[in-house]
Structure formats: C-alpha cells, structure tokens
C-alpha cells in the first residue's frame, strides 16, 4: 500500500509467521490471559503495551507469544467484553498527542514550517480516522479540534 503523503510507495515489513494454534510450551489457561489482560489495562497500559508486556512478563512466568492464538480474541475484544476497552482508540490518541505536540511547537517556533507541514498531515490522518469510527467507537456529533483533543487526552 502506498503512502499517504508522499509519493513513495510503502515499505514492505516482517509478517507474522503462519500458524493456527498456540506453541505447547505456551500453555496458559485463557481465563488467566483474560484476566492479566484485564489488570494491565486496569493498570492504564494500552492494547499494543498489553501483548507487549504479555510477550515479555508473560502470566505466571510464561510468555505469552500470541493472544489471539492462545485465547482465541484479541486483545481489544478482550478489553470490550469486559467493559475495560479505552474510550478513544489507540491510533487515534496516538495521533492526537502528537498533533497537540506540533502545535505547541509550533507556538513557540512559528516559522517551522516543515513542522507546520506534519501538523497538517497529523491533523488530516486525525480527521480520517475519524471519520472512520464516527458512529461505533466514537460519537456521531464527534468532531476533531485541538481544544477537544487536549481535553480528551487530559482525561
């Protein structure tokens, strides 16, 4: 797929290697995944820090290599089922932060203007993903601006 403000085409990254059940040496019961999916988030961390650390940490000193194949639900499906799924998504508050960075940036450094350039290119990703939750994840009325953006990311 190519890029969205360049005209170079997109660089090709590592895939997943292909298999359809867990390893045996990963042999976690998938109510404790659920579970410790549960306390990170309760703990604040987001769905990629959640499979990062399960990856890492593990449950009970197992690594856990792949959620989705060892419980059968992503993550992000584990977070709504138990009603502890963030209230914005992960892409979209991560491109919020970083707009709200470049602004004020750009507060203090008004003539950077390839700075301005990658506001603008922030703000128009914003304004498509948001368009893209608008209706399920997001509320119909829902509208980007940088005050809605530092008010949201406040929280």
């Known amino acids: 797929m190519a890029r969205m403000h360049t005209r ?9 290697p292909v298999a359809d059940e867990a390893p045996e040496w990963s042999d ?3 109510a404790d995944i659920e579970a410790r999916v549960v306390e990170l988030a ?5 769905p990629s820090q959640i499979g990062l650390a399960l990856r890492d940490e593990g449950v009970k000193g197992v690594p856990i290599p792949d959620v989705k194949l060892a419980t059968g639900k992503k993550v992000t499906t584990i977070l709504e089922e138990n009603d502890a799924d963030p209230e914005l998504p992960e892409d979209l508050k ?3 932060e970083r707009a709200v960075r470049l602004r004020d940036h750009m507060e203090t450094n008004r003539q950077d203007k390839s700075n301005r350039r990658a ?7 914003i304004r498509r993903l948001v368009a893209y939750y608008r209706g399920n994840k997001l509320d119909e009325d829902f509208t980007y ?8 990311l406040e929280e």
Request: hydrophobic share 25%.
């Open 94 to 96: 991560n491109l919020m």
């Open 28 to 30: 976690v019961d998938a």
């Open 42 to 46: 309760e703990q604040g961390k987001d």
């Open 145 to 152: 601006n940088y005050d809605v953006a530092v008010e949201l």
């Open 8 to 16: 170079r085409r997109g660089s090709s990254g590592s895939d997943k």
């Open 119 to 125: 506001l603008q290119n922030t703000e128009s990703k």
